[in-house]
C-alpha cells in the first residue's frame, strides 16, 4: 500500500509485483530481461541491494511501465508510444518486442474477465491475421505507401517469414482466448477492401492469379466471420464475440485491452503500426468512449437475423465484383 512515506523506489517494486503478481515469475522475467542470476534478482527484490539506474530504466521501458506513476509526478499529459515495426524484414530487437508483445497476452488464456474491443475500418487483426494471403495484402499495401524499397512495388514480392507467421498464430491464440469481445465495423469495410484490391491489380502490381487467390480468402474470411455472427463467439473456443455493423464512416482502427494483468489501447496508424499507452485513466476513457460507439451500430451477431444475412448476402456480392 502506498503512503505518505513510501518512496518512489518503493513504488517501482511494488510496480513489479502488480506486473506479475507470483513471485517465481517476477523472478524469471527479472533473470531474464537483465540478464542476473537468481540470488542477484531475489537480493534486487527484496531490497537488500537497489536495481541500478539502467536497470531500472531497461525496466520500465521494456515493460510500459510509467515514470510518472513511479515518482507520483503528474504533469496532466498521457504517455502514448508508437513503435514503428518492419514487417517485411524485422531486425532481432524488433522481432524480440513483436514476442514480448504477444507474450504479454498469453494469460488471455487463463483469465476468466478478458476484454478485447476493436472499432475500425479495416478487418480486424484477430479475424484477418489467420488468412495469410489477405494479411500479405495489408503489408503490401503498407509497404506500397510507406517503403522506400522500389523492389516491394509488386504483391509477389512481399512474403512472410516462417518465425512471423509463428508469432501471428500465437497472436490470434491468444486473442480468441478472450473472455469478451466486440468489433464495430466500418458499413464499407468490404467495398474499401476490393477498391483498393481492384486498383493494385489496374496497375499490374497484382497478377490476375494473385487477385483470383485475395478473393478465394475473402470469401473464407466471409464464412468465419458469418459464423461467428451466428453463434455469437469464436466456433475455436466458444468465448463470446459481439458484432457490430457502424452506420457512421470509422476514420481508423482503434482498440484497447482489458484484464487484471494487462490495460492498454491502441490508435492504429499508418497501416501496420500502433500508437499505445497503458495510462489507466486513457484506457478508462478509451473503454468508455468505444462502448458509447454502440448507439449508431447495428448489432448483427446473434440477434437481428435478417438484417445480418441482408449484410453478408450483400458483402459476397461486393466480393463476386473483385
Known amino acids: 500500500m502506498i503512503t505518505e512515506e513510501t518512496t518512489w523506489y518503493d513504488v517501482f517494486i511494488e510496480l513489479l509485483h502488480e506486473k506479475y503478481p507470483k513471485n517465481a515469475q517476477l523472478t524469471y522475467e527479472i ?40 515518482i507520483g509526478v503528474h504533469s496532466g499529459k498521457t504517455p502514448f508510444r508508437m513503435q514503428a515495426f ?3 524484414n524485422p531486425s532481432p530487437k524488433e522481432f524480440g518486442y513483436l514476442q514480448k508483445r504477444v507474450n504479454a497476452l498469453d494469460h488471455f488464456q487463463t483469465d476468466a474477465y478478458s476484454e478485447y474491443m476493436e472499432v475500425g475500418n479495416r478487418f480486424p487483426r484477430p ?25 516491394l512495388r509488386e504483391f509477389s514480392k512481399v512474403t512472410i517469414s516462417k518465425d512471423l507467421c509463428k508469432e501471428f498464430e500465437r497472436y490470434k491464440n491468444n486473442l480468441i482466448h478472450v473472455k469478451n469481445t466486440s468489433f464495430i465495423l466500418d458499413e464499407m469495410i468490404f467495398e474499401a477492401f476490393v477498391h483498393s484490391v481492384d486498383y493494385y491489380h489496374s496497375i499490374s502490381a497484382i497478377t490476375d492469379k494473385e487477385k483470383e487467390l485475395i478473393k478465394e480468402e475473402l470469401y473464407g474470411l466471409l464464412e468465419y466471420l458469418s459464423e461467428i455472427a451466428n453463434k455469437g463467439c469464436y466456433p ?15 476514420d481508423t482502427n482503434y482498440s484497447y485491452y482489458y484484464s487484471d494483468k494487462l490495460k492498454s489501447c491502441r490508435i492504429h496508424a499508418f497501416g501496420k503500426f500502433d500508437i499505445t499507452t497503458y495510462d489507466s485513466d486513457m484506457v478508462a476513457n478509451f473503454r468508455t468512449w468505444m462502448n458509447l460507439k454502440k448507439r449508431s451500430v447495428i448489432q448483427i451477431s446473434e440477434v437481428n437475423e435478417k ?14 465484383s473483385l
Do not use: H, P
Open 86 to 88: 518492419n514487417y517485411l
Open 236 to 250: 475455436e473456443t466458444g468465448n463470446k464475440v459481439n458484432i457490430y455493423i457502424s452506420q457512421l464512416t470509422i
Open 307 to 320: 438484417r445480418r444475412i441482408e449484410y453478408f448476402a450483400k458483402q459476397r456480392k461486393i466480393v463476386d
Open 31 to 70: 533473470m531474464n530481461l537483465l540478464c542476473l542470476e537468481r540470488e542477484a534478482a531475489y537480493r534486487r527484490l527484496r531490497k537488500d541491494v537497489a536495481f541500478t539506474a539502467n536497470e531500472i530504466a531497461k525496466i520500465v521501458t521494456s515493460w510500459n511501465i510509467s515514470l510518472d506513476e513511479i
Open 127 to 151: 479475424i484477418n491475421i489467420g488468412f495469410l494471403t489477405l494479411y500479405r495484402f495489408l503489408i503490401f499495401y503498407w509497404a506500397y505507401q510507406y517503403s522506400n524499397n522500389e523492389s
